[in-house]
């Protein structure tokens, strides 16, 4: 805890100053973010830093392995449902990132289960949502072994299905099908700070241009 008094105080004595006048237009005029970025809880992954975003950019949800749910899920109500309707309906972004990561924990327990569910019903509800993934993953990666590779794999497959499922919002596939949205799959890998894209064309990742192609 310490750290983050630290961090507060240096926040507001040092870099406050940097940031005061943005902050005042965005209190002023309200957040127009741009892009609604999906990415997991994991603490190495952080929108903002690999985007180098400023305040204001950027409406983030982070869940646990940046599953995005069908919009028929049922279920305890969930909160990047509620953010999904909320960014698009109301925030009119125009881009719509989900972005998976190597080295996932919740990847890895896709792949290899949770190691004590009864502990952890809600962890264990959530992850459910992504099974079809788990069975992609066994019919088509049998070949890879239970390495970097295949937890790579696995998890491009995630974004992969998080957006098919974002096609399932009626805003989202509203807004898609007018091309006012764009919808992109990213991966982060942590260990050399490389952006992913899923290209369409291609039907895989591909490292990140500028400009990106459209999914
Ligand atoms: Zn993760």
């Not at 204001?56 to 279920?75: E, H, R, S, Y």
């Not at 972004?93 to 019903?121: F, R, Y």
């Not at 070949?143 to 989202?172: I, K, M, Q």
């Not at 919808?183 to 992913?196: N, R, V």
Request: glycine share 6%.
């Amino acid at each position: 805890m310490q750290r983050l008094f630290e961090g507060v105080h240096r926040f507001q004595t040092e870099k406050f100053g940097k940031y005061k006048s943005l902050f005042r237009k965005l209190s002023k005029n309200g957040q127009n973010p741009h892009t609604l970025f999906i990415t997991c809880c994991d603490s190495r992954v952080l929108a903002e830093l690999i985007t180098q975003s400023q305040p204001g950019d950027l409406f983030v949800v982070k869940n646990i392995g940046n599953i995005v749910p069908p919009a028929d899920a049922t279920g305890s109500p969930n909160s990047t449902a509620a953010a999904i309707e909320f960014a698009v309906q109301n925030l009119e972004v125009n881009d719509i990132v989900v972005c998976g990561h190597s080295q996932c924990g919740a990847i890895t327990a896709l792949i290899e289960g949770i190691k004590n569910p009864s502990a952890m019903p809600h962890l264990t509800e959530w992850l459910s949502l992504a099974a079809p993934v788990q069975k992609v993953i066994a019919t088509n990666y049998s070949h890879l072994s239970h390495g970097e590779e295949l937890l790579d794999a696995a998890a491009e497959e995630n974004v992969l299905f998080s957006l098919e499922n974002l096609h399932t919002y009626p805003s989202v596939q509203d807004r898609f099908e007018k091309g006012t949205l764009h919808i992109h799959g990213w991966f982060f890998k942590i260990a050399t700070g490389e952006l992913f894209a899923y290209d369409p064309a291609q039907t895989q990742f591909v490292p990140l241009q500028k400009p990106e192609t459209a999914a």
